[in-house]
């Protein structure tokens, strides 16, 4: 059998997809719900692809060509589509890709990194991240602080005290040498940054409460945006917010240790139902419609092995660092 792909002849191999057909002929078109090898359901409309013929929408990580099919993958048409899929799943969306201390600080300073790690109580990590921005002379002392004017903290209690710990740092003694942990901060323009929106005022309550760290910090870049798909397409769609604006009512970083180092962030599920398909007895749907929810009671945490974070198109399952 032979189709046509963005007017490219294409042999079908027997069973596959319009979505494993172009990928396997350096056709590339994105996908949220699909794995490679594994169970998957079509829902994300994200792999959207135009039958020329009929002018009708299709998802091809679900559809098998037929004999003469022409497809279009890169019209206008096609990109709405697409563009339009990808700000409806970010409007469910509930995440800082990096920290707003991070984003504004001026001398690109991996702030929530340095404070995360001063948290574990590596102070060693933490200086070795400040002296890899500001080898000699500290760049703080002169500096406006932008990054406590952007903390989200500041929303809740009052912003965390950065320069003061980062000098408090930098005059410890007697610390071992060590290399910093490698920076997987983005920052430049035309990168994608999710917010989280506001916070209510029972949510607030909550991190004062419970976000107890000795710099007070929330940690609130997303330990997952490295691997992220959903954000690596909203910057390739050029998406800078969504349209739709911020509709999750999902709780800021509420963290479920599923394993020692597995992290599931629900807030960050956009519902694909991966990690669900290729878990037995592990995740699973609540509820229907706008309202489902992928959740996984604590009773099957032990099913679940650290290997169906690889899967998970966004942030919302990861191995801790």
Same mark, same amino acid.
């Given at each position: 059998?032979?189709?046509t792909?963005?007017?490219?002849?294409?042999t079908?191999?027997?069973?596959?997809?319009?979505?494993?057909?172009?990928?396997? +002929?350096?056709?590339?078109?994105?996908?949220?719900?699909?794995?490679?090898?594994?169970?998957?359901?079509?829902?994300?409309?994200? /792999?959207?692809?135009?039958?020329?013929?009929?002018?009708?929408?299709?998802?091809?990580?679900?559809?098998?060509?037929?004999?003469?099919?022409?497809?279009?993958?890169?019209?206008?048409d #096609?990109?709405?589509?697409?563009?339009?899929?990808?700000?409806?799943?970010?409007s469910?969306?509930?995440?800082d890709?990096?920290?707003? /201390?991070?984003?504004?600080?001026?001398?690109?300073?991996?702030?929530?990194l340095?404070?995360?790690?001063?948290?574990?109580?590596?102070?060693?990590?933490?200086?070795?991240?400040?002296?890899?921005?500001?080898?000699a002379?500290?760049?703080?002392?002169?500096?406006?602080?932008?990054?406590?004017?952007?903390?989200?903290?500041?929303?809740?209690?009052?912003a965390?005290?950065?320069?003061?710990?980062?000098?408090?740092? #930098?005059?410890?003694?007697?610390?071992?040498?060590?290399?910093?942990?490698?920076?997987?901060?983005?920052?430049?323009?035309?990168?994608?940054?999710?917010?989280?929106?506001?916070?209510?005022?029972?949510?607030?309550?909550?991190?004062?409460?419970?976000?107890?760290?000795?710099?007070? /910090?929330?940690?609130?870049?997303?330990?997952?945006?490295?691997? /992220?798909?959903?954000?690596?397409?909203a910057?390739?769609?050029?998406?800078?917010?969504?349209?739709?604006?911020?509709?999750?009512?999902?709780?800021?970083?509420?963290?479920?240790?599923?394993?020692?180092?597995?992290?599931?962030?629900?807030?960050?599920?956009?519902?694909?139902?991966?990690?669900?398909? +290729?878990?037995?007895?592990?995740?699973?749907?609540?509820?229907?419609?706008?309202?489902?929810?992928? #959740?996984?009671?604590?009773?099957?945490?032990?099913?679940?092995?650290?290997?169906?974070?690889? #899967?998970?198109?966004?942030?919302?399952?990861?191995?801790?660092?």
């Amino acid at each position: 059998m032979k189709i046509t792909i963005d007017n490219q002849e294409i042999t079908i191999i027997e069973g596959e997809t319009i979505l494993q057909a172009a990928r396997r +002929n350096g056709i590339q078109i994105p996908s949220m719900c699909y794995a490679e090898g594994r169970e998957h359901r079509a829902g994300c409309m994200v /792999c959207t692809v135009k039958d020329v013929a009929t002018g009708r929408m299709i998802t091809s990580c679900s559809v098998k060509p037929t004999e003469g099919m022409q497809i279009d993958t890169r019209s206008d048409d #096609v990109v709405r589509q697409r563009t339009m899929a990808l700000e409806l799943l970010l409007s469910d969306h509930r995440a800082d890709c990096e920290a707003p /201390c991070t984003l504004v600080c001026p001398h690109h300073l991996d702030v929530e990194l340095m404070l995360k790690a001063y948290d574990k109580g590596d102070y060693a990590q933490a200086k070795a991240i400040i002296r890899r921005t500001f080898p000699a002379e500290l760049g703080c002392d002169n500096c406006k602080a932008p990054c406590e004017k952007a903390c989200r903290r500041g929303a809740v209690d009052g912003a965390v005290k950065i320069r003061e710990i980062i000098r408090e740092v #930098v005059e410890m003694k007697d610390l071992p040498n060590v290399q910093a942990e490698e920076s997987i901060a983005r920052t430049e323009k035309d990168i994608f940054f999710s917010r989280i929106g506001i916070f209510s005022d029972k949510e607030k309550e909550q991190l004062r409460e419970n976000r107890l760290t000795p710099s007070r /910090c929330l940690h609130c870049a997303c330990d997952g945006r490295a691997e /992220c798909r959903l954000r690596r397409y909203a910057t390739e769609y050029g998406i800078k917010r969504s349209r739709y604006g911020l509709v999750s009512k999902q709780p800021f970083k509420l963290c479920i240790a599923v394993g020692e180092r597995l992290r599931f962030e629900p807030a960050k599920c956009i519902r694909c139902g991966l990690c669900v398909y +290729n878990s037995e007895n592990g995740f699973t749907f609540v509820r229907r419609g706008f309202d489902m929810q992928v #959740v996984i009671p604590e009773q099957n945490y032990a099913n679940v092995n650290e290997e169906l974070a690889s #899967v998970c198109p966004t942030g919302a399952l990861y191995i801790v660092r």
